[in-house]
């Protein structure tokens, strides 16, 4: 199987070429260019087997220049040795008569992106192997929050490979802070930025496209490989889990092979649904993929109108890691849904660049709406969600995952639809501690991060995740601030080379 990019069809590279690359060089994303099938029988098969063989089953279909042994590597790699802190790495909770929550945040950080996260460095280090030799990949990122630690913990003493992480001084949460500056690993380097998200990430990008660097880093047998979340390495082990909570539902009893599910989703970058989405081509009987917002709600928007219009105020939230206004996965969707067009792709991508909006065609809006529902709610609604569930059937939710039952809420009000719903649920309650404590009882906000914990497992009798109560004792590794000017030299320093 190749991958072509989204914005140039004379593209055909082997999938090793399309991670170790992460996107094309005309700014286009990789795709398959054909989608592999999955049968009912397989289906059956997958659903008596355990997680691990079936990410090695669904992962084998998309990357078929990684031979079998390579990918059972990669797979007991990341998923393997206790990394999980739940035995069937992504379990599905019964929530009520119709929504099933698939937990996606037992790894290391208790947060969805582990999934893609732990599994990436092994796959991307024996990508670049088979495509540019032994060079040590450099992974630079500029986080908000839960990226930067799941990159951290995935790329934690992985071989021939050094991660720095960059993030703004006052702009992640104290519990998202902690976990950074007390990351272990003799290749990891984390360095606070004085300036905000952007400040940081204009920072990464501008290292990160310097030819001057990229020729240092070449002398000293190094380059740079990029972990963010349009790299196709991170999008194929998002469709594993899909798959696998459907085989959950039919090893339990609760649906047959071969009946409909919906599948709810927590949206930002849109790279999460956008896995459902390839779950369901690849034959998954999915009927409603349920497109979850919070306040900032462009993706609500672009469902029901056609129109994307990312001209809007921003809105800081409490589900942070959705407060996103360009969805950069979405272009892939729009690929498949214009019937690979890539000249149309491109003509949209330059209008967002240029002007921040652009409409599909009728036929495009009509096709996106025969699969996907839209809806979003503020913090209030989000706050109210999870007070609700916890009440109703003692399930405790994060502030993402509340934005997603809300909405699947109102969806199944409106439509009348019964049928089973997966909710994705994208981080543990334990990760937005001050968030949950509010939406329970405003009262209970109080003190520091850890003594909050403290309260919130008294009041709910749910039990914190051992990787995050664990971090209150760990020793502070990484104190340094830097304004921005400085981040190329904190990356010499770091990488122990010289100019
Ligand atoms: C990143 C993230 C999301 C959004 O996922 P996308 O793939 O960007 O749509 C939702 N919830 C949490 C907790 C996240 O960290």
Redesign the pocket.
């Known amino acids: 199987m190749n991958y072509t990019s989204t914005r140039d069809h004379s593209v055909t590279v082997p999938s090793a070429v399309a991670i170790a690359n992460g996107i094309s060089k005309d700014g286009g994303l990789f795709v398959p260019t054909e989608i592999p099938q999955l049968t009912l029988e397989e289906i059956g098969a997958l659903s008596k087997v355990d997680y691990q063989a079936r990410a090695r089953a669904i992962l084998g279909k998309y990357l078929t220049d990684f031979t079998a042994e390579e990918l059972a590597d990669c797979v007991s790699g990341a998923y393997g040795g206790g990394k999980f802190s739940s035995e069937k790495t992504a379990p599905v909770v019964k929530l009520d008569d119709s929504a099933y929550i698939q937990e996606l945040w037992h790894g290391p950080t208790c947060?969805?992106?582990d999934m893609a996260l732990q599994i990436l460095p092994h796959l991307l280090t024996r990508a670049a192997a088979k495509t540019v030799g032994d060079k040590k990949i450099i992974i630079l990122v500029a986080t908000s929050?839960?990226?930067g630690k799941a990159a951290l913990e995935g790329f934690k003493d992985v071989p021939n490979t050094q991660i720095l992480v960059f993030y703004p001084s006052d702009g992640v949460s104290a519990m998202q802070k902690l976990q950074m500056v007390t990351q272990e690993g003799e290749n990891v380097g984390v360095c606070a930025i004085k300036g905000n998200f952007d400040d940081a990430q204009n920072g990464v990008k501008a290292i990160f496209t310097d030819a001057a660097v990229a020729k240092l880093l070449d002398e000293n047998g190094m380059q740079f490989s990029s972990a963010n979340?349009i790299n196709w390495g991170r999008l194929a082990p998002q469709i594993v889990y899909y798959i696998s909570a459907y085989c959950d539902l039919v090893a339990d009893g609760a649906i047959k092979a071969g009946d409909a599910i919906n599948i709810c989703?927590?949206?930002?970058?849109?790279?999460?649904?956008l896995a459902a989405y390839y779950a369901r081509e690849m034959g998954l009987p999915v009927k409603k993929l349920i497109c979850a917002s919070n306040a900032n709600n462009v993706l609500t928007d672009f469902l029901k109108t056609g129109v994307y219009d990312r001209n809007r105020s921003f809105y800081t939230t409490i589900?942070p890691?959705?407060d996103?206004l360009i969805?950069s996965?979405l272009e892939r969707l729009l690929y498949l849904m214009s019937g690979c067009d890539d000249e149309k792709i491109s003509g949209y991508m330059a209008q967002l660049k240029e002007t921040g909006r652009y409409q599909v065609d009728e036929d495009i809006l009509a096709k996106l709406q025969a699969v996907f529902e839209a809806g979003c709610c503020d913090d209030e609604q989000t706050k109210a969600a999870i007070s609700e569930k916890f009440k109703a059937h003692h399930y405790l939710c994060?502030t993402?995952t509340a934005v997603a039952v809300k909405v699947y809420d109102d969806y199944r009000a409106a439509s009348g639809d019964q049928t089973p719903c997966v909710i994705a649920s994208?981080?543990s309650p334990f990760?937005f501690c001050a968030s949950v404590l509010s939406a329970l009882d405003p009262a209970l906000v109080k003190g520091e991060e850890f003594e909050m914990t403290k309260v919130l497992e008294q009041t709910t009798g749910v039990v914190c995740p051992s990787q995050l109560a664990g971090l209150e004792k760990k020793p502070i590794r990484f104190t340094d601030v830097r304004d921005k000017s400085d981040m190329r030299a904190a990356v010499y320093e770091m990488l122990h080379i010289e100019a």
């Not at 989703?265 to 649904?273: A, E, L, Q």
């Open positions: 947060a969805f992106k929050g839960d990226t979340s989703v927590p949206t930002g970058n849109f790279g999460n649904i589900s890691s959705m996103i969805s996965n994060d993402h994208t981080a990760k």
